[in-house]
């Protein structure tokens, strides 16, 4: 019997979490001296040479983050939590649990079916028209996805630097932190325009992105496609839920190549009436 369905975590190949380990294994998380680190700041849309480190005092812009703050009231954030924890979690890897909303999914096969997906839950129905009215970035926004992972540091949550995927998953990714504050690292996935050059010597480059409690961010553009994201387990201090929604690409929206089935699963995603799959 594997780990999952013994109760445990849902780790697989290289993931791990405190639930797997096993003891004496050297901390996973230690902050590595050899990063060039930054802050992104959203009032300026600057990453910033972290403050005791080589590159305090440089800068250079980092396009394709937005961040509202206290995009939802305390009484909606708690309102959310308690729904979610109605439905069952499942175990996800690296320490998370989750809760799916969406169609059915081959990403090595490029393979799409609905599956069991009976649309978006009925409380993010108001966080969605939120959305689409009071963020420019996210006008004409669709989710057909909604993915809720569950942080908590006693299982040694965390989520490894990822791309999202391009061939179904649309332009804007669009997360909203709930229950805890947390920092997003941002980590250069590479190739040419890079922030190199402003380095006094070559080495990887890190962004971190502050994410309160009740905020929405939205990743587009660079930050979306050339930056890959995750958070690190020393970030997560107590309990955090995000629930993350994701637009079809072109390929499924109008005039695209599989536009009959985009259309349908968006019809499902909107009805607002769905269970986790």
């Keep these: 019997m594997d780990r999952e369905a013994a109760g445990g975590c849902g780790c697989r190949g290289v993931r791990s979490c ?160 709930l229950l805890a504050p947390t920092v997003l690292t941002l980590t250069w996935a590479g190739g040419p325009g890079g922030p190199e050059d402003l380095l006094p010597r070559p080495r990887p480059v890190e962004v971190a992105v502050g994410l309160p409690r009740r905020s929405l961010l939205v990743l587009h553009g660079p930050a979306r496609h050339r930056w890959r994201h995750g958070i690190r387990r020393r970030h997560v201090r107590a309990r955090r839920v995000c629930a993350t929604f994701r637009e079809l690409s072109a390929e499924f929206g109008p005039g695209g190549a599989r536009a009959p089935l985009g259309r349908a699963l968006l019809e499902i995603a909107l009805t607002f009436r769905g269970k986790p799959v």
């Design 18 to 177: 405190l639930l797997c380990e096993r003891p004496g294994t050297p901390p996973k998380d230690l902050p590595d001296q050899t990063v060039a680190r930054f802050v992104y700041c959203p009032e300026t849309g600057l990453a910033q040479g972290a403050e005791a480190t080589e590159v305090q005092g440089r800068a250079f812009p980092f396009p394709g983050v937005t961040l509202l703050e206290d995009f939802v009231s305390a009484e909606e954030e708690a309102r959310m939590v308690r729904l979610m924890d109605r439905d069952p979690w499942k175990p996800s890897q690296s320490g998370r649990r989750k809760q799916d909303y969406g169609p059915k999914v081959n990403f090595r096969k490029r393979k799409l079916k609905v599956g069991a997906f009976d649309g978006l839950p009925a409380f993010s129905r108001e966080v969605v028209r939120r959305m689409q009215e009071s963020c420019p970035v996210l006008a004409g926004f669709a989710p057909v996805e909604q993915c809720n992972l569950d942080y908590d540091p006693a299982r040694g949550a965390a989520i490894d630097p990822h791309l999202d995927d391009a061939w179904l998953w649309g332009e804007r990714l669009v997360s909203l932190s």
